[in-house]
């Protein structure tokens, strides 16, 4: 799950900001 988040950060940094950080924990 964290590398998903992590790609998709790299797709749509501004729009999944929110979402990285509510992964991130």
Request: include cysteine; hydrophobic fraction near 25%; glycine fraction near 8%.
């Amino acid at each position: 799950m964290g590398r998903k988040g992590k790609r998709k950060f790299m797709i749509c940094p501004a729009r999944s900001e929110t979402h990285l950080r509510r992964e991130t924990r």
